[in-house]
């Protein structure tokens, strides 16, 4: 059973920082792509950023040069340090990975995290 958990949401002044982290646990043989997405009320679940297991990054034009994400391979965990809060980042975060499951090769699949809160106040 593959879980990811999320941590590190909260309120956050206009302008401030948070980071969020993200922890896989479970059977996994391997883990692709790791990233987050989030979703504001009334809107679509859409990309903020993702790592392969190289390192190759990829971020959202709106929170390019404001949000670094960044794994530890050794710990199945992904980071999103998030600077320069303003109240358009305020979503529910959703954690997301692309591994194998198990103990050897075989198909890989999409997995997600209950999500996590972020609220920036103005």
């Known amino acids: 059973q593959v879980q990811l958990v999320e941590s590190g949401g909260g309120l956050v002044q206009a302008g401030g920082s948070l980071r969020l982290s993200c922890a896989a646990s479970g059977s996994i043989f391997s883990i692709n792509t790791m990233g987050w997405y989030r979703q504001a009320p009334g809107k679509q679940r859409e990309l903020v950023a993702t790592v392969t297991s190289a390192g190759s990054t990829n971020y959202a034009d709106s929170v390019k040069g404001r949000f670094t994400i960044s794994r530890d391979n050794a710990k199945n965990t992904v980071y999103l340090e998030m600077n320069s809060l303003n109240a358009e980042d305020t979503a529910v975060y959703y954690c997301?990975?692309?591994?194998?499951?198990?103990?050897?090769?075989?198909?890989?699949?999409?997995?997600w995290g209950q999500g996590t809160q972020v609220t920036v106040s103005s």
């Open positions: 997301t990975a692309v591994l194998t499951p198990g103990y050897g090769p075989g198909p890989s699949r999409r997995y």
